[in-house]
């Protein structure tokens, strides 16, 4: 069964410094999303991705955040300056089309010091 | 706001009990109604759905019924087994608006045997 991934799993980086955290979704999907989940907090929406360019972006994707879908298969969610508070489990999604089920990786723990 | 309140966590049941994960919603709009679960060490699975009031999603025991006049979509399911242990998300998706997902702060249920 199809299924998206993350990688890595656990990435543990010093503040100030850059991170690109890595997502391959679903082959024939074309919709993409990254939401992050704070240590005992909800799950957020940060950004939705169609057609090489960002669809929706929530307060929190900042200046500081960038996504991109280099080479057709990765989906990437780069921090250019990591902040402490950017420790977080962070989920790429994918989706057949606009309002269908949202299938999400497992998610890669980001831990800034 | 739009927002979405799931009864807080931890739920300890015995196997066969039953259980209720209260959720409710405010949304502007006609919001679809969603519950994921997440295993350990695993990325959110969607376990069922609806789209209207009065529908019924239902899935592995589960099944959750779209209440408009009480904003509510509560899970149920009649005798839990030990393998239902997990981390269980409230969600909802406004059609024909932003496709993003907004979660509840999810609701941890073990089971034991």
């Known amino acids: 069964e199809p299924e998206v991934t993350q990688t890595p799993s656990h990435q543990v980086t010093q503040m100030g410094q850059e991170v690109i955290l890595r997502c391959v979704p679903i082959?024939?999907?074309?919709?993409f999303y990254w939401y992050r989940q704070i240590l005992g907090q909800k799950v957020e929406f940060l950004v939705s991705?169609?057609?090489?360019?960002?669809?929706?972006k929530s307060e929190i994707f900042d200046d500081q955040f960038s996504v991109e879908r280099p080479d057709g298969s990765n989906f990437t969610l780069k921090i250019r300056s990591t902040k402490l508070e950017d420790s977080a489990m962070y989920f790429c999604?994918?989706?057949?089309?606009?309002?269908?089920?949202?299938?999400f990786g497992p998610g890669t723990r980001l831990t800034v010091l | 706001g739009d927002s979405v309140t799931q009864m807080e966590g931890p739920v300890t049941l015995s196997e066969e009990a039953f259980l209720t994960i209260n959720c409710t919603y405010t949304?502007?709009?006609?919001?679809?109604l969603f519950w994921y679960v997440q295993y350990p060490g695993e990325g959110l699975q969607l376990l069922l759905k609806?789209?209207?009031?009065?529908d019924k999603g239902s899935n592995k025991g589960f099944e959750a019924t779209y209440r408009k006049e009480t904003t509510s979509f509560h899970l149920e399911k009649g005798s839990v087994q030990v393998s239902d242990s997990a981390v269980y998300f409230c969600?909802?998706?406004?059609?024909?608006?932003?496709?993003?997902?907004?979660f509840g702060k999810g609701t941890k249920l073990t089971v034991n045997p």
């Open positions: 999604a994918s989706s057949g089309s606009r309002y269908n089920e949202q299938f």
């Open positions: 949304a502007t709009g006609y919001p679809s």
């Open positions: 082959s024939n999907h074309l919709y």
């Open positions: 969600a909802r998706q406004l059609q024909g608006g932003s496709e993003k997902l907004v």
């Open positions: 609806a789209t209207k009031a009065d």
């Open positions: 991705f169609y057609n090489n360019e960002i669809s929706e």
